[in-house]
């Protein structure tokens, strides 16, 4: 995936175009930067992972999405060594998780808290931020903690469509959430004023952690549906994935303060309400064109 640039412009090197990547690698592209990203096998605009060491030759920033598996880092375990001598390289961000904090009884939580991780992941999560750390002596090192991830196709809306979403009552359970176009605008914001070196740890997360069962209730008032019934954690435990019961294990609010503050940013989406709305907009407006387009002129 190219933005326009030059050679000895700014190139950004993303190692795993997903949702994420892909959408701060178009926000990159519209600022300026020459984008290249990795996907595993290669293709649609993306490198194979196996072959990027000639991109980290000219990438003067580098992002990192993968998550690391049972192996550690995938990113640092195949180029570790070519990411210490990049000549251009100066700028790092890796895309962590809020989930290193554990569990905090639904307590606040910001970015100067000790991690102490429970789940197996969010210990991997902490290893990598710490192996990342390592190169702050040469260049610039943020790591961004994730909220929960939504936005365009991936949201509470789709769930609803789909006949899956569960309306799940744990008295005091909250979590906190972040739109994807909002985590885009903050990998941007840090690297347009990092430092020449050092670590700088950042919380991606909104303004309003919430119960899921409210946000399932808005999103079913902004499509005009009934919201599911409401189902107590207990009865839905026993049916949930190891995963999912870890996620409802652990309970803590996120502050962003110390982020929106050092990145001069305030969020576009400050809560789920914003954020849904907004989603189910360019629905309904990408909708509306397609089908002008079958349509055709009149």
Known sequence: ????????????????????????????????????GTTRAGGEGSLPFAEAAPALATATHLLITAAPDEGGDPVLARYGAEIAAAPRLRWIGYLSSTGVYGDHAGAFVD???????????????????????????????????????YGPGRSVLDDLRAGRARRIIKPGQVFSRIHRDDIARAVLAAMANAPARGARVFNLADDEPAASAEVIAEAARLLGLAPPPEIPFAAAAPGMSPMARSFWAE???????????????????????????????????????????VAGPR
């Open 111 to 149: 970015e100067a808290t000790p991690p102490r991780p429970a789940a197996p992941r969010a210990r991997r999560r902490v290893a990598a931020e710490r192996a990342w750390q390592d190169f702050a002596g040469r260049s610039a090192v943020d790591l961004f903690r994730l909220a929960g991830i």
């Open 1 to 36: 995936m190219m933005g326009n640039g030059m050679t000895g412009e700014t190139v950004l090197l993303i190692f795993g175009l997903g949702y994420c990547g892909r959408a701060v690698a178009r926000a990159a592209a519209a600022a300026g930067f020459r984008v290249l």
């Open 251 to 293: 309970n803590r609010r996120v502050r962003n303060d110390i982020t929106k503050e050092a990145l001069g940013l305030a969020w576009r989406y400050p809560s789920y309400r914003e954020g849904l709305a907004a989603i189910l907009a360019e629905e309904t407006s990408e909708s509306f064109a397609e089908q002008g387009e």
